[in-house]
């Protein structure tokens, strides 16, 4: 199974960049892990939210498969601890879903097309964390679970 993540817009910060190339790598040890990075819509001061959500899911939508599992990453979504998301991950590597597809939206979410193709619904935290922050927590996330599921010493119980 591989795992995708998309991502809206690029991030310039140094640290972000730097935290979340140490899990990018270390993450391919496990399995086959891509980063989608959609670009992040320009002009949005003449769009409204609902058109700025349409097209960042038009931007979504060129880059999955109907075959793909698509889980997005709001706030409305289910919480995990680390070792119930472990499962979670272990059940879709078990189920023979070839992507596995977390996406990370914009500031205003995901347009209603977006939430009606999503298979499900993950949330970080009860907290609101900036779109650049989420990548980095998520990533470790997705790189402890693998920890876990291997019994490695990574999580410490």
């Known amino acids: 199974m591989k795992i995708s993540l998309i991502l809206n ?3 310039e910060d140094d640290y972000i960049l730097k935290g979340f190339s140490v899990y990018e790598k270390r993450l391919k040890h496990y399995l086959a892990f891509e980063i989608i990075v959609i670009p992040a819509l320009k002009n949005t001061k003449a769009l409204s939210i609902e058109q700025q959500k349409k097209k960042e899911g038009e931007l979504i939508f060129k880059e999955i498969q109907s075959s793909d599992k698509l889980i ?6 289910k919480e995990f601890k680390s070792t119930e998301f472990a499962d979670f991950v272990q059940k879709e590597m078990n189920s023979g ?3 596995l597809v977390f996406v990370v939206g914009g500031p205003y979410g995901f347009s209603d097309e977006v ?3 999503a298979n499900g619904k993950i949330s970080l935290s009860k907290m ?3 779109h650049q922050m989420v990548r980095l927590f998520f990533v470790e996330q997705i790189y402890r679970a693998m920890t876990i599921l291997k019994n490695e010493p990574y999580h410490h119980l």
Do not use: A, C, Q, V
């Open 9 to 11: 817009g690029k991030t």
């Open 72 to 77: 997005l990453l709001d706030e409305n979504g």
């Open 115 to 117: 939430y009606k193709r």
């Open 97 to 99: 879903i070839k992507n």
């Open 128 to 130: 609101t964390f900036s």
